[in-house]
């Protein structure tokens, strides 16, 4: 074990090399421990390279349309114990691979890992990132997740979508569509029926839904918007591709011909 002191040889050699290098590898080449290696290179004033990238990110407006979509949706936000910086995590299930694989390629900057679970889903979750506290703030303020109409006015027809295709459904027997809100308050929801009405000019509504067999006394509240309104909403919506897997959030069927095209999910790199 060599002592405290650094030969200028390794200095030498950590200001060329600590950027694109793990810790524990140069560690095993100084003989020394991985600490010692980052207080060395803290003195000297280095950092990693994918550090630097993290700093300095800033998201475009496609990639915030699908963060604040997602977020009203299937995605988290949350900040770890042994974080400075949020990260992004979601899952879904095996059916909807091809659906996660497309978002995760829209927002593959981000650098994420992908995982099958013992129960055949997948689970998502990116690096953490100085931009993502944005997010973070807007809807967990206090630890838990809200809708505010700050978040709401960020959404582009694109956010809607990807908020849709989270979270939304379709009824083909009425040809309505609903977005499924339980997991917010009713003034939250009563906001979500407001901002629908000015940016698209439709009237959503809150519908109940109970299950007195399964679930005797517990109901769901969503917001429901009807056959002349969906195809309204809809019209908004199809003029952007989607993964063929989700055609069926728009009553299409999977081998007819229709604006929403099929676009091949090419899973990004992951790390």
């Known amino acids: ?27 095993w080449f100084f003989g020394r421990t991985p600490n010692a290696v980052r207080i060395m290179a803290h003195r ?7 550090v630097q990238y993290r700093l300095g990110l800033k998201l475009t407006q496609e990639e915030e349309q699908v963060i604040v ?33 497309w978002k995760v390629s829209l927002l593959k900057r981000l650098k ?12 998502y979750q990116s690096k953490n990132f100085p931009a993502l506290w944005k997010y973070q703030n807007l809807f967990y303020p206090n630890g838990e997740k809200i809708i505010t109409r700050e978040t709401l006015d960020l959404l582009d ?22 977005f499924h809100t339980n997991g917010f308050s009713a003034n939250e ?14 009237n959503p509504r809150i519908h109940t839904q109970r299950d007195s067999k399964n679930y005797p006394g517990k109901k769901w509240e969503y917001i429901y918007i009807s056959r002349k309104d969906t195809k309204k909403l809809f019209k908004s919506l199809e003029k952007f591709e989607i993964p063929d897997c989700m055609r069926y959030k728009f009553g299409r069927n999977l081998s007819h011909s229709t604006n929403f095209h099929e676009q091949e999910a090419m899973a990004p790199k992951i790390g």
């Open 157 to 178: 027809d694109f956010g809607v979508l990807i908020w849709y295709l989270d979270d939304g459904s379709y009824v083909k027997k009425d040809k309505s569509c609903r």
């Open 189 to 202: 929801q009563k906001e979500i029926l407001w901002w629908f009405n000015e940016k698209y000019s439709i």
């Open 44 to 50: 000297l004033g280095l950092s990693k390279r994918s």
């Open 69 to 101: 979509g997602g977020l009203l949706g299937d995605l988290h936000s949350r900040v770890t114990k042994t974080a400075k910086n949020p990260r992004l995590e979601g899952g879904h299930g095996f059916k909807q691979r091809e659906y996660m694989l």
């Open 1 to 27: 074990m060599k002592n405290k002191h650094w030969p200028k040889t390794d200095i030498e050699y950590m200001k060329k090399h600590y950027s694109d290098m793990e810790d524990e590898y140069l560690a």
């Open 112 to 123: 994420w890992w992908i995982y099958k679970t013992k129960i055949n889903t997948y689970s």
